[in-house]
């Protein structure tokens, strides 16, 4: 007889799209102008992913066409810390990323899939809130579940870096 675990996963699965479609999301690092105008600016030298204390600001690769050698962050492998200095943005020698205070941080929003939220599912579990940089006014409890405060959500990752659930259970939606 299947666990509720077992049986939870094989349904998770059954409804997991395909590896091509669960390509790693990426981020911009925090400061980052319009991608489009970020295309145009970012001189593709690394200095940004050099500055980061963390080493998570990676060049994106060819696959990305136009878009290759620019900094990318991809929240599950390695999220943004929020540094205070934003030691990336000011190594940037172009102004494709600008030292702005984490409030203007724009990385993107964190989105909630309840489906695959342990929390949610009524199992204990608690990280993503408690790991939070912006703490309780960007994720916090409600319902008996996490519940991402869009307007305070900077986007960093952290979230989904922690979240135990696989796939995570929760995701960064870029804002481009």
């Not at 390509?23 to 970012?42: H, I, Q, W």
């Not at 060819?62 to 205070?84: K, Q």
């Not at 912006?134 to 959500?153: F, N, S, Y």
């Amino acid at each position: 007889m299947p666990t509720r675990r077992q049986l939870l996963t094989f349904w998770l699965d059954a409804f997991t799209p395909p590896e091509a479609e669960r390509a790693p999301v990426y981020l911009r690092p925090p400061g980052a102008v319009a991608d489009r105008r970020l295309l145009e600016l970012c001189e593709r030298g690394g200095a940004c992913a050099e500055a980061c204390p963390h080493e998570v600001i990676l060049p994106l690769g060819p696959a990305h066409g136009a878009a290759e050698g620019t900094p990318a962050i991809i929240p599950r492998d390695g999220p943004c810390h929020l540094c205070a200095e934003v030691p990336c943005a000011r190594a940037c020698p172009s102004g494709a990323l600008r030292a702005l205070p984490v409030s203007e941080v724009r990385m993107g929003t964190a989105r909630l899939d309840p489906v695959r939220c342990w929390a949610a599912l009524g199992q204990p579990c608690d990280y993503c809130v408690k790991e939070c940089p912006l703490g309780e006014r960007a994720l916090r409890w409600r319902d008996g579940r996490p519940e991402v405060v869009t307007e305070a959500c900077v986007g960093c990752g952290m979230c989904v870096a922690i979240c135990t659930a696989t796939p995570a259970a929760l995701r960064v939606v870029p804002p481009w």
